[in-house]
């Protein structure tokens, strides 16, 4: 077995930029003296809520997405603004797509896949009650539905009909409902 090392990065790149995310062209010296040329993903941090009803319905943005090219349920949430606390960032975020606000926690974060360097929070929001309507940016078209958390579990997280999963699933072994 080798022993795994960082990569040393030669020089980087600024590919294309727009919308808080970008693409970087990278190139890293191997461990083993090698040059090797990446591209990889660059975002601002972010996070998701699984946000829960009094009566454990589950909040979710049901809207098209352009890389799947298709309609999809995600969790209410978005980039975190700089020097805005996550917490805030989410709570922010489910009033202005969902009119929605609740009890906000923090239940972990995870990186959003190996060649990115996204870094999304998960957030858990309970007693989530309706107090204004939403508040969707220019480029959000977004229908509001609230769906019981048995469904969620069965027609969302198992057949994939969802982005957020990672978050949800912390939400979910938060509640200790896995």
Do not use: N
């Amino acid at each position: 077995m080798t022993d795994t090392m960082p990569w040393r990065e030669v020089q980087r790149t600024t590919v294309f930029e727009k919308f808080g995310r970008a693409v970087d062209q990278v190139h890293f010296e191997m461990p083993d003296g090698s040059k090797e040329e990446f591209y990889l993903k660059r975002e601002r941090p972010a996070g998701a809520v699984l946000a829960l009803t009094p009566d454990r319905h589950v909040i979710v943005a049901r809207q098209y997405r352009p890389g799947p090219d298709r309609v999809l349920h995600e969790l209410p949430g978005g980039f975190i603004d700089p020097g805005e606390q996550a917490a805030a960032a989410i709570a922010r975020e489910l009033l202005e797509e969902t009119g929605y606000q609740g009890t906000i926690l923090e239940v972990g974060s995870y990186w959003l896949d190996a060649y990115s360097t996204a870094r999304r929070t998960a957030f858990l929001a309970t007693d989530c009650v309706r107090v204004a309507e939403p508040q969707p940016e220019r480029t959000e078209h977004i229908d509001v539905v609230t769906i019981p958390l048995a469904e969620f579990r069965d027609r969302l997280l198992r057949q994939g009909a969802m982005t957020d999963t990672a978050a949800a699933y912390l939400a979910l072994d938060h509640l200790r409902l896995l």
